[in-house]
């Protein structure tokens, strides 16, 4: 299947640690990226790679993979991060996340 | 720095053919592969193809019968072409930059620029 699989919704309390998860066939032997989304505004690139963060991205976003999963981890939830997470394969996207911060 | 921009119509009518160009400014359009995203109100992201910058071109299966996309280096521009539209066709689309890395234990793809996006509706 080249379907990933993202849970709809988390929430994480304000300071808290968070991980995002996705999971697929497409992830085997492909390292994941990870996009915010807020509302009415384009996707932006948070990881990709090998745990790799575009420039601007704090060091709170990290990334990590293993077999058909993959994760994003935010480590000290801020008020900002609440957003839409979509995570992407091989041209394929996962449904999305809907992070709430508590 | 480099910037996308997406253009074109914003009311298409049914069966007729969607067409959007995306114009990258501030940098080359060699040596990337330049994709089309779509996202309907409300729902997720969806890719709809990309292209090379020499021409190559690979799309989604859902999609592929209906879509056309194509490059003008020497305008720096892409394009893309969605033929026999539908109502579940309106959405936000956007143009992106697609990049690719090889490691020694798997690649990486990441769609590393995006424009602002542009919302197409289908209506009559």
């Known amino acids: 299947s080249s379907e990933l699989t993202q849970d709809p919704a988390v929430s994480v309390a304000l300071g808290q640690t968070v991980r995002i998860t996705c999971q697929g066939d497409?992830?085997?032997?492909?390292?994941a990226s990870w996009y915010q989304q807020k509302p009415g505004q384009a996707p932006v690139l948070v990881i990709y790679?090998?745990?790799n963060r575009p420039s601007g991205i704090p060091d709170r976003f990290s990334g990590s993979s293993s077999g058909n999963t993959a994760s994003l981890t935010i480590t000290g939830a801020q008020a900002e991060d609440e957003a839409d997470y979509y995570c992407?394969?091989?041209?394929?996207f996962g449904g999305g996340t809907k992070l709430t911060v508590l | 720095q480099v910037q996308l921009q997406e253009s074109g119509p914003g009311l298409v009518k049914p069966s007729e053919t969607l067409s959007l160009t995306c114009t990258v400014s501030?940098?080359?359009?060699?040596?990337?592969?330049w994709s089309w995203i779509r996202q309907p109100p409300g729902k997720g992201l969806e890719w709809i193809g990309y292209?090379?910058?020499?021409?190559?071109?690979n799309y989604n299966p859902s999609l592929k019968s209906r879509v056309t996309i194509s490059v003008d280096t020497s305008k720096t521009q892409f394009s893309l072409k969605l033929s026999s539209v539908t109502t579940a066709d309106t959405a936000v689309y956007y143009c992106?930059?697609?990049?690719?890395?090889?490691?020694?234990?798997?690649?990486?793809?990441?769609?590393?620029?995006w424009g602002r996006g542009t919302l197409v509706t289908v209506s009559s």
């Open positions: 992407n394969s091989r041209e394929v």
């Open positions: 992106a930059r697609e990049e690719r890395q090889y490691y020694y234990d798997g690649r990486g793809f990441m769609f590393d620029l």
């Open positions: 292209i090379y910058y020499s021409g190559s071109t």
């Open positions: 497409s992830l085997r032997g492909y390292y």
């Open positions: 790679g090998k745990n």
């Open positions: 501030g940098g080359s359009i060699s040596s990337y592969y």
